[in-house]
């Protein structure tokens, strides 16, 4: 598959569609142009059972007449003269917005970092077929496993350009590879599956199919003979990959738009202790390698580093230049770019790492329930007020005992992030990055 995008051409695209916009009236304009290859195999009992290539290359076009403001987008090769003009006439007639308008041109990215992200070997059709086949075998060989619920491997690559008619033009690729495998334990209406996966930039960083395979495996069997508990009041314990659900939601609750409209149950809390003092949350723009790393935001400005949560005191909002012009503040180069607007977000988001095994986490705090799967999304945002549906083990002097399912899990995120402990096991692969951690105080729906 070809490895390489043509930069200039998107560069073209993108400058041609903001050249366009000013010479059909807009006051100010930016435009995102996209183009991605990607390649995937799905396998189910050791035959190929799917594969897809697909191509992209979309743009769109935000414009601005005065503070009024309309977005077009297209993945065609449309005439992008018509297609600007049809912008401008549909921002005339908008309703105006006071915070409307690109970051200021004072804030705009002088030098653009040269980021490691993008992998110069590219997977064939052949070798994804083969770590997905791979990967099923491995965990169809973990005894207890009756059946395989497919596995897959994939790879792609993907280029972006913005251009802003104050003067900014940046673009940069990002390649990724992936892994997974689903398994099935037990028989009849007795069965239990499970999954692992593992996703990277570079291909020789992922994890081994045959370990991917054979994780699903261990997984699904370990679920077999689930018991229900008593309703109660308990520990929780996220394991990994279930506590960045947690980080998700704090996310939201400081984004600088939630905080304007007045929808966070975090909006009066900046400077104040919303987590334990033990407690840090960086959000890292540039960390290497990661899923969500980028050498400028959507607004062509810098993005730093950010310590929002410092010893557990709440130390930012997350911010676009609309949002921090509605709050009166400073953006701080968050903006994500949708195509029709920004909206402040995160990037790589990591809640930092304790000082104690999860093991010794389980032993401090006490008999509670070991979250691995979350069903639902009960998170209020205005109130904080929190239930889901689970299932996971319910752990007893410091270990595992027993699988448990058809629970819910209920607190409200004030009290549980004041209640976190985090464990010493960072799992730090993916954009949103956090320990096993324990929430104590919460109440489990049961039998």
Same mark, same amino acid.
């Given at each position: 598959?070809?490895?390489?995008?043509?930069?200039?051409?998107?560069?073209?695209?993108?400058?041609?569609?903001?050249?366009?916009?000013?010479?059909?009236?807009?006051?100010?304009?930016?435009?995102?142009?996209?183009?991605?290859?990607?390649?995937?195999?799905?396998?189910?009992?050791?035959?190929?059972?799917?594969?897809?290539?697909?191509?992209?290359?979309?743009?769109?076009?935000?414009?601005?007449?005065?503070?009024?403001?309309?977005?077009?987008?297209?993945?065609?090769?449309?005439?992008?003269?018509?297609?600007?003009?049809?912008?401008?006439?549909?921002?005339?007639?908008?309703?105006?917005?006071?915070?409307?308008?690109?970051?200021?041109?004072?804030?705009?990215?002088?030098?653009?970092?040269?980021?490691?992200? $993008?992998?110069?070997?590219?997977?064939?059709?052949?070798?994804?077929?083969?770590?997905?086949?791979?990967?099923?075998?491995?965990?169809?060989?973990?005894?207890?496993?009756?059946?395989?619920?497919?596995?897959?491997?994939?790879?792609?690559?993907?280029?972006?350009?913005?251009?802003?008619?104050?003067?900014?033009?940046?673009?940069?690729?990002?390649?990724?590879?992936?892994?997974?495998?689903?398994?099935?334990?037990?028989?009849?209406?007795?069965?239990?599956?499970?999954?692992?996966?593992?996703?990277?930039?570079?291909?020789?960083?992922?994890?081994?199919?045959?370990?991917?395979?054979?994780?699903?495996?261990?997984?699904?069997?370990?679920?077999?003979?689930?018991?229900?508990?008593?309703? $109660?009041?308990?520990?929780?314990?996220?394991?990994?990959?279930?506590?960045?659900?947690?980080?998700?939601?704090?996310?939201?609750?400081?984004?600088?738009?939630?905080?304007?409209?007045g929808t966070s149950f975090l909006?009066?809390?900046?400077?104040?202790?919303?987590?334990?003092?033990?407690?840090?949350?960086?959000?890292?723009?540039?960390?290497?390698?990661?899923?969500?790393?980028?050498?400028?935001?959507?607004?062509?400005? &810098?993005?730093?580093?950010?310590?929002?949560?410092?010893?557990?005191?709440?130390?930012?909002?997350?911010?676009?230049?609309?949002?921090?012009?509605?709050?009166?503040?400073?953006?701080?180069?968050?903006?994500?770019?949708?195509?029709?607007?920004?909206?402040?977000?995160?990037?790589?988001?990591?809640?930092?790492?304790?000082?104690?095994?999860?093991?010794?986490?389980?032993?401090?705090?006490?008999?509670?329930?070991?979250?691995?799967?979350?069903?639902?999304?009960?998170?209020?945002?205005?109130?904080?007020?929190?239930?889901?549906? &689970?299932?996971?083990?319910?752990?007893?002097?410091?270990?595992?005992?027993?699988?448990?399912s058809e629970i819910t899990i209920?607190?409200?995120?004030?009290?549980?992030?004041?209640?976190?402990?985090?464990?010493?096991?960072?799992?730090?692969?993916?954009?949103?990055?956090?320990?096993?951690?324990?929430?104590?105080?919460?109440?489990?729906?049961?039998?």
């Amino acid at each position: 598959m070809d490895q390489q995008l043509d930069r200039s051409q998107l560069e073209t695209r993108a400058l041609r569609l903001v050249e366009a916009a000013q010479k059909a009236g807009a006051t100010a304009a930016d435009a995102v142009a996209v183009t991605g290859s990607s390649l995937g195999v799905n396998v189910r009992d050791g035959k190929v059972e799917g594969s897809e290539r697909s191509e992209s290359n979309a743009v769109s076009l935000r414009v601005f007449v005065g503070q009024r403001v309309a977005s077009v987008s297209t993945n065609s090769d449309s005439n992008l003269d018509e297609l600007a003009a049809r912008a401008v006439e549909m921002a005339k007639v908008t309703p105006e917005d006071p915070y409307a308008g690109l970051a200021d041109e004072n804030r705009l990215l002088k030098h653009i970092p040269q980021l490691d992200l $993008c992998d110069p070997r590219a997977l064939s059709a052949d070798e994804l077929r083969d770590k997905a086949l791979e990967a099923e075998a491995a965990a169809l060989e973990v005894a207890g496993v009756t059946k395989s619920g497919g596995a897959g491997a994939s790879w792609g690559l993907g280029g972006l350009v913005l251009a802003t008619s104050h003067g900014f033009l940046g673009s940069y690729e990002r390649s990724r590879s992936g892994v997974s495998a689903t398994a099935i334990a037990g028989e009849g209406t007795q069965m239990e599956r499970d999954y692992d996966f593992d996703s990277r930039t570079y291909v020789d960083e992922l994890a081994s199919a045959h370990t991917i395979g054979t994780n699903a495996g261990k997984r699904a069997v370990a679920r077999l003979n689930p018991r229900k508990i008593e309703t $109660c009041k308990a520990p929780i314990y996220y394991e990994p990959r279930m506590a960045g659900s947690l980080l998700g939601h704090f996310a939201g609750a400081i984004s600088g738009t939630a905080i304007a409209r007045g929808t966070s149950f975090l909006k009066e809390r900046m400077g104040e202790q919303v987590f334990g003092k033990h407690i840090q949350i960086i959000d890292d723009p540039h960390k290497p390698r990661s899923a969500a790393t980028t050498p400028f935001d959507g607004e062509g400005t &810098a993005a730093q580093t950010l310590r929002l949560i410092e010893d557990g005191r709440l130390t930012s909002w997350l911010l676009d230049s609309a949002s921090a012009r509605e709050l009166g503040l400073q953006p701080n180069g968050r903006a994500r770019h949708t195509g029709s607007s920004t909206s402040p977000s995160i990037t790589n988001l990591t809640l930092q790492a304790g000082d104690i095994s999860p093991e010794e986490l389980f032993r401090q705090i006490g008999d509670g329930l070991l979250v691995t799967s979350l069903i639902g999304h009960g998170a209020n945002g205005i109130t904080g007020d929190y239930s889901r549906g &689970a299932s996971g083990f319910w752990v007893e002097n410091g270990e595992a005992v027993y699988p448990v399912s058809e629970i819910t899990i209920a607190g409200n995120m004030k009290d549980m992030f004041m209640q976190l402990t985090p464990a010493s096991d960072l799992d730090d692969r993916y954009a949103v990055a956090a320990p096993t951690v324990a929430v104590e105080g919460m109440t489990i729906a049961g039998a």
